[in-house]
């Protein structure tokens, strides 16, 4: 990494308090990620996201970090977990302490350091979460990166502590060390928290600020070997996490696959109700003769439901994979489904009551049986998978992982 010249230090060290304030344009860096993630949650907001909750698969969509999918070549999830947010809380939370810290780290750095820390910071960040997390989690959130600005920030203040008044010193070094502290305690009991993400972006923060620090006043002290040990720690460090980051535990293209075959099953399952419904509702309309009504549920019901079983059945799924379960279920049905029309088709060439109401009974139990739950009494209606999945089933990816943030 090319070393950015320093600024011109300054005879005597500004107040650090007059830093954290001034006119935007001194701090355009800040301006602009802040900007960037309330677009993004905007663009969420008009486009199926929650104001106070977005689920798992709407942030899956717009690029929230997950390891099955990361893993499996979408690598650029790394970047743009980094603007999505799960809720207004979250939102607000996160950019409360960019808002107040990045100003003041962007001008103790100067911009293009800033957003060379933040960038690291979130990246490495997301990288120690996909170790830690796995397969198990969709995460999402800034403070990997926020976390990064105060490692920067602690660094700095340590750096520069006979330079800055006292009192300064003790109220920003130790609030910003005390938030850090309490915030990845935190982490450690409430779960939802992505730790792993707090505490790779702070070091890495920490590191980034060591490597691209600026003399603050003409006293400053500079050491360029310890910026050369820092730059050269981080550039030894990536390699290692990423061959830390753990095999997928199932293949997110086939995942994404069963889920579109999972959709197209409940798209023919309702269109096959209708049709049933129909062949039913003219059983009992004089002129059909139990010879064509055979017929009809024998190449409009069997017929399909033997389809939809095959083309289920070809998706070769890891039991790991979200979308099993549900697969399971539906193959099962589809396969009672086929059996009890083909069962209720010849009972009906035959004219055998008994062996008529017989298969009836079984087409109503199978979406029950396929799930392994107790049937209804008998003589209710025949119901479908869309009675307990909706036509729409939603497969969860595991659990939420938010990065909020406070400042201090």
């Known amino acids: 990494m090319t070393e950015i010249p320093p600024a011109a230090p300054l005879a005597h060290a500004p107040r650090i308090t007059d830093l954290m304030h001034g006119r935007f344009a001194l701090t355009p860096v800040t301006v602009l990620l802040v900007g960037l993630n309330l677009a993004a949650f905007a663009a969420m907001l008009l486009n199926g996201g929650g104001f106070w909750h977005s689920p798992n698969h709407v942030q899956l969509a717009w690029g929230a970090g997950f390891g ?106 130790w609030g910003a060390a005390l938030f850090a502290a309490v915030t990845i305690a935190l982490g450690f009991i409430v779960k939802g928290i992505d730790n792993a993400a707090h505490i790779g972006g702070l070091v890495a923060g920490a590191v980034m600020g060591e490597a691209l620090a600026r003399p603050l006043a003409a006293g400053s002290p500079v050491n360029r070997r310890v910026k050369w040990i820092a730059l ?70 069997a017929a399909e439901y033997r389809q939809n079983f095959e083309q289920l059945s070809a998706l ?65 209606p025949i119901g479908s998978v869309l009675d307990l999945y909706g036509t729409k089933p939603q497969i969860d990816f595991g659990q939420r992982q938010e990065r909020p943030s406070k400042s201090p």
């Open 232 to 301: 050269l720690t981080y550039a030894a460090a990536v390699p290692v996490l990423l061959r830390l980051i753990p095999e997928p535990t199932y293949s997110w293209q086939e995942e994404k696959l069963a889920r579109v075959e999972i959709r197209h099953f409940m798209d023919e399952e309702k269109r096959l109700m209708e049709r049933w419904q129909g062949i039913l509702n003219k059983s009992r309309q004089r002129g059909a003769s139990f010879e064509q009504l055979a017929n009809e549920i024998e190449s409009d019901i």
């Open 68 to 173: 099955p999918a990361t893993k499996e070549g979408e690598w650029w999830r790394l970047a743009t977990a980094m603007f999505l947010h799960f809720g207004v809380v979250h939102l607000f939370m996160n950019m409360a302490a960019l808002w107040e810290a990045g100003r003041l780290v962007e001008r103790l750095y100067s911009s293009p350091r800033f957003l060379v820390i933040y960038a690291l910071s979130g990246l490495t960040g997301n990288v120690v979460s996909l170790i830690a997390q796995g397969d198990q989690a969709v995460a999402g959130g800034a403070s990997g990166a926020v976390f990064g600005v105060y490692g920067a920030l602690l660094v700095c203040l340590w750096r520069e502590r006979e330079q800055v008044n006292r009192t300064e010193f003790r109220w920003l070094f």
């Open 316 to 380: 070769h799924l890891d039991p790991a994979a979200p979308s099993n379960e549900t697969l399971e279920v539906l193959k099962k049905y589809a396969q009672l489904r086929s059996e009890a029309s083909q069962a209720l088709a010849e009972a009906l060439r035959d004219n055998d009551t008994a062996r008529i109401r017989e298969a009836l009974e079984m087409a109503r139990r199978a979406p029950y049986i396929a799930r392994g739950q107790q049937p209804p009494t008998p003589g209710a």
